[in-house]
């Protein structure tokens, strides 16, 4: 019996179905369901990883098993092209980006190919084709014209290494996300989307994504960061000219009369303004300037600040006057960029409070407190109670407390109920030459203006240099100098160019067709989107997601777009781990050049003398090493076996621990499964011919054949419902039981041969999607004519999918008490007096009256005694 050999068989298949063109979308108009399956597309940056090899292996399996279900099925493939490592890579090996970027273009196009995707590659595109940002450009001019554009000067997040501006969705743990560089922050005049806008609208229509996972609407939600509160105006007394009022927002205004002292931050125009003359200010300034700029990193740094010797009076009695001071702990991003402080009740202003001898009043009383003796020590309380030291807001809960404080600054007219949100506005702006230019030119005479779109698109410079640190844009000054559109008189162009989040904010348009004159078609948009299964990684529940729910809304707007939710369902897979391994002077090396001696110690392969230190199980990262190459597991063990472990190990929203042993695994089942169909097809083959043309109904009549037609259809049903909703793992254990089950029938002189081929084709149908080229050579090997990739997906024989016997659980007073197996058609007569007979359900019962006896077919019995 021969071997299944996938280096001969996957490149095979891979040309049968290029030259049959089966992936191909069909057009708009031809009649049939769209499914449109999308995988957020990668950044090329050399070659693919094991992370890559899941992610679209899990939308090639849905894609597929679409296809054969009879949907007109959207699956393209692009590139998220523009971005700072190609600028890295240029600085480090002397090549252009543009050149580094499509020669990793070239090599993961093919490495992709020899996975065995069900991709159109006819629509494929990188997002620095000028093809394609050019109409990038064009929509934001079309923003700018709708008023969802701004320029403005704005403190930024400044990354000293990449030396670019980054938006507060790219600054993790106060770290840059691409380049790990502590973040720094900067006054810079920045281009800004105007997603704010719509942050009331973006948060409510989150309730309407239920094919979305929880967490991340729930990440989504706590991004936008909605609160009800009131905006206070407190006067200022010894402050310069031009400040005489300070605008302060609070979700708290029930615990004014706690309040301490106001701050502001160092980025506050106050701040600014007090920096001009006063040493001590700048420095502090200069000082905050340099620290992280996440939430987490302000909380974790020491409380401080500089008094500004300037005094606020309380809104609700202008005697009483509160210091003002410059504190590091206070965000411009959030509200009004200022505070009024309650100590009691806030653990940073308590800290803040204790570091400079500020009073601590507290003015909420925990339940069984008593007000006379209760003091706050070294921890806020935040929690619920009654107001106390509160005037007339005395006794009333804070919920009580802060509508009838409200209703009172409001007749003072020193506040108002406003509804805030966490959600800035999206800085676009990025000081570097591999992105998208900005169609913009700065006139003298003219000021700002926009680039005619008949000149678009405004491309890069060929020749660019990055021997010295930031914007080569900058410095070209051949490329920058132009002439204006409006007056022709000399100009110079936006040497910014655009976060690459912008070119992956609506990308999935334009895979539903790639005009030439447009951004998108109005009759393929209308057609294909939402996207029907969108699938990545959580980390980008809100730099991507988000974004891209803005932008949908933005083209909708424009004219683009028809609606403003772009991906009606959305999965996020686990990632890739695996263990790191490094040498005793803890020097990571690959798992390719670790081997095992005898007696299980790891060592170096090139030196087994060097013992290898076994670490941590993580995500696999090119930093640790911790990387398989999928190229040489596919050169050894063909992608389908790759393909079948990604699915296989575990649930796909969970991580999946890539091992050897689970690789050897994968493989040994591929050779079984072929060795099933082989051995068994030379007997069966002659009846792939009816069956191909459905002439052949196959109707068990042995006891054995009827259990086999059972378990086959049973499986496919199961199958069915598990590809339905991403359960991946649970269909691969469907085919290994079906597997095992049609070997064990394969032995049995009663099952006939039309039974057994059914069986044998369904087996390969249902795991087709999943490993499509062993599935392919199954099913030739069976006979067929036509191709997989062409055949439709079987439906199930109802008749026989329901159990002859069911169990049911029985329940005395709510309690379960037994089971009991009964027949599947029985009735609710027949179902009481089986439980009734059960010794289990006669004890609990005992001598008690039944008052009630409840019913429900197919799930429950319970009697109410």
């Known amino acids: 019996m021969s071997s299944y050999e996938p280096q001969t068989h996957e490149p095979n298949w891979q040309k049968i179905w290029d030259a049959e063109n089966c992936f191909a979308a069909g057009a708009a108009d031809d009649g049939r369901e769209k499914y449109y399956v999308l995988e957020m597309f990668p950044y090329p940056s050399g070659r693919i990883h094991m992370g890559h090899v899941r992610n679209y292996t899990m939308g090639d399996v849905i894609a597929r098993f679409r296809m054969a279900q009879g949907y007109n099925v959207l699956h393209p493939m692009g590139w998220d092209a523009f971005g700072m490592p190609a600028e890295n890579a240029a600085m480090e090996k002397n090549v252009h980006p543009r050149d580094w970027t499509y020669q990793n273009i070239d090599t993961m196009r093919d490495q992709l190919k020899s996975m065995g995707l069900a991709i159109d590659w006819s629509r494929e595109f990188a997002t620095c084709d000028p093809t394609y940002y050019k109409h990038e450009q064009a929509m934001f001019l079309d923003f700018l014209e709708a008023g969802l554009v701004e320029r403005r000067e704005s403190i930024v997040n400044w990354d000293p290494v990449d030396q670019t501006v980054l938006a507060n969705e790219q600054v993790i743990d106060g770290r840059g996300w691409r380049s790990g560089a502590p973040v720094e922050q900067k006054n810079l005049t920045q281009w800004f989307l105007k997603i704010s806008d719509y942050s009331e609208e973006l948060l409510n229509d989150l309730e309407g994504l239920t094919r979305w996972p929880e967490n991340v609407r729930l990440m ?169 030291n509160s005037d007339f807001m005395n006794g009333l809960t804070p919920a009580a407390a802060f509508q009838a ?97 912008i070119d992956s904010s609506w990308y999935y348009a334009r895979f539903t067709e790639l005009c030439e004159n447009s951004a998108t078609d109005a009759k393929s948009v209308a057609y294909w989107l939402p996207v029907d299964q969108y699938i990545g990684g959580i980390e980008h529940a809100i730099l991507h997601l988000l974004y891209s729910r803005f932008y949908a809304r933005a083209m909708e707007k424009t004219g683009h777009l028809h609606l403003k939710e772009p991906f009606a369902g959305l999965f996020t897979q686990g990632m890739v781990i695996h263990e790191t391994f490094s040498t005793p002077d803890k020097i990571f090396v690959t798992p390719d050049e670790v081997t095992q001696t005898e007696d299980g110690q790891h060592v170096l ?197 329901m159990d002859d016997v069911i169990t049911l659980p029985v329940q005395v007073n709510g309690k379960k008490r037994a089971e009991i197996e009964a027949p599947a058609d029985a009735g609710e007569d027949d179902i009481k007096t089986l439980a009734l007979a059960d010794e289990r359900v006669i004890k609990a019962i005992a001598d008690k009256d039944i008052r009630k006896f409840i019913f429900v077919p197919g799930k429950i019995i319970n009697f109410v005694v």
Request: glycine share 6%; net charge negative.
């Open 220 to 388: 989504q939600k706590n991004w936008i960061g909605r609160s009800e509160g009131m905006e206070l105006r407190f006067d200022l007394k010894g402050a310069p000219e031009g400040f005489e009022h300070l605008d302060i927002y609070t979700t708290r205004p029930d615990t004014l009369y706690g309040a301490s002292f106001c701050a502001i931050s160092p980025d506050h125009p106050l701040a600014r303004k007090l920096a001009e003359t006063n040493e001590e200010m700048a420095a502090f300034l200069t000082e905050c300037a340099q620290r992280g700029t996440s939430e987490a990193d302000i909380e974790a740094a020491e409380k401080k600040g500089v008094f500004t010797n300037i005094q606020a009076s309380h809104p609700l009695d202008d005697s009483w006057m509160l210091p003002v001071y410059v504190a590091n702990f206070v965000l411009m991003e959030y509200g009004t960029g200022a505070v009024y402080a309650c100590p009691a009740h806030d653990q940073r202003d308590l800290d803040f409070a204790r570091k400079y001898d500020l009073p601590v009043i507290p003015v909420v009383l925990p339940e069984g407190a008593a007000a006379e003796d209760y003091e706050i020590e070294n921890d806020a309380f935040i929690g619920d109670g009654k107001m106390i």
């Open 405 to 501: 404080v409200a209703e009172k600054l409001e007749t003072l007219g020193r506040g108002k109920r406003k509804t805030n949100y966490r959600l800035r506005d999206w800085g676009v702006s990025r000081q570097r030459y591999w992105g998208c230019p900005i169609p913009i030119v700065h006139c003298g005479s003219c000021g700002v203006v926009p680039v005619a779109k008949s000149d678009l698109p405004v491309t890069l410079p060929e020749d660019v240099s990055f021997d010295k640190p930031g914007n080569p844009l900058d410095r070209d000054i051949d490329w920058k100098t132009t002439t204006c559109p409006s007056c022709g008189g000399d100009a110079q162009r936006e040497t910014d160019t655009f976060d690459t989040f």
């Open 605 to 801: 392969k090139s030196d087994m003398s060097v013992a290898i230190n076994v670490g941590p199980v993580e995500k696999m990262s090119k930093s640790k090493k911790n990387v398989v190459d999928p190229t040489n597991i596919i050169a050894k063990y063909g992608a389908d076996t790759a393909r079948w472990f990604m699915l296989s190990d575990s649930p796909p929203e969970r991580d999946v621990h890539w091992t050897d042993a689970g690789v050897e695994g994968a493989y040994r089942f591929i050779q079984r499964l072929w060795r099933l169909v082989d051995s068994h097809a030379d007997q069966l083959s002659t009846l792939a011919n009816l069956a191909d043309k459905h002439e052949q109904a196959v109707h068990p009549q042995s006891e054995a054949d009827k259990a086999l037609y059972k378990t086959v259809h049973q499986a496919l049903a199961a199958t069915t419902d598990d590809l339905n909703r991403l359960a991946f793992n649970k269909a691969v254990a469907r085919i290994y039981e079906l597997s095992n089950a049609l070997s064990s029938a394969a032995t049995n002189d009663g099952i006939s041969k039309p039974v057994l081929f059914q069986g044998l084709s369904y087996l390969i149908i249902m795991a087709g999607p999943m490993i499509p080229h062993l599935a392919e050579t199954c099913w030739q090997r069976l006979g067929h004519q036509q191709i997989l990739a062409k055949t439709k997906w079987p439906v199930a024989d109802d008749a026989v999918l």
